[in-house]
């Protein structure tokens, strides 16, 4: 069975990657993110007419956004992007609306093709709750990310957005504290830079 189209302009098309990365824990259904759903075949979803609810409910980020082009479709641009419903973020984001998450499943090459650090930059000028992960659980990233944004200094936002999936990527993989001190110290290099910066203009 082939993939829907959410939106008359939008396909899914070959992307499944819905049914790979995201974790589900619903009374009808459950599986760990990172693991292919069960049902999931080479023609898509085996179980298309009949499949659970939350799956016949869900949209990704790109398909609920108008403005992001077909190069943003998870399974070419390796971002997943899913939507944080509002009355879960911090107060000082809600404001905003609902806020955005950002999976990488493409290494840190999604995280430098052209247009994703400007987006991500955009929603935090914004005041957007922005979350990256590179599986579960999320970050919060606006605070890391405020002062580049607010020097608009792109390349620096990339770079501590590679910190944070570079931190995100060894939680995952349960490295130690020792790989991940350099990404740490990183981050902190970069919100430096920014807030220096900042005072110079």
């Not at 898509?44 to 609810?53: A, S």
């Not at 792109?154 to 020792?178: F, I, S």
Request: proline share 5%; aromatic share 6%; charged share 20%.
């Amino acid at each position: 069975m082939k993939r829907r189209a959410a939106f008359p302009s939008k396909s899914c098309g070959e992307c499944n990657l819905c049914c790979t990365e995201l974790k589900v824990d619903t009374a009808e259904f459950k599986k760990d993110g990172g693991v292919p759903c069960q049902h999931l075949g080479a023609q898509g979803c085996g179980i298309y007419l009949t499949r659970f609810k939350i799956c016949r409910e869900f949209l990704c980020g790109w398909l609920l956004t108008p403005e992001l082009g077909e190069d943003w479709r998870p399974d070419l641009s390796g971002v997943l992007i899913l939507q944080i419903a509002q009355a879960s973020l911090p107060a000082a984001y809600q404001p905003a609306g609902n806020g955005v998450q950002f999976l990488i499943t493409g290494g840190e090459a999604a995280i430098a093709r052209p247009g994703f650090g400007e987006y991500v930059t955009d929603l935090v000028s914004r005041g957007v709750g922005v979350y990256l992960t590179a599986t579960t659980p999320h970050a919060l990233v606006n605070e890391h990310l405020q002062p580049m944004a607010a020097a608009r200094d792109l390349p620096g936002a990339v770079r501590t957005l590679t910190h944070l999936y570079r931190l995100a990527a060894a939680a995952r993989d349960k490295k130690g504290l020792l790989r991940m001190l350099p990404h740490l110290y990183g981050l902190h290099v970069e919100k430096k830079r920014a807030q220096i910066k900042n005072r110079s203009k």
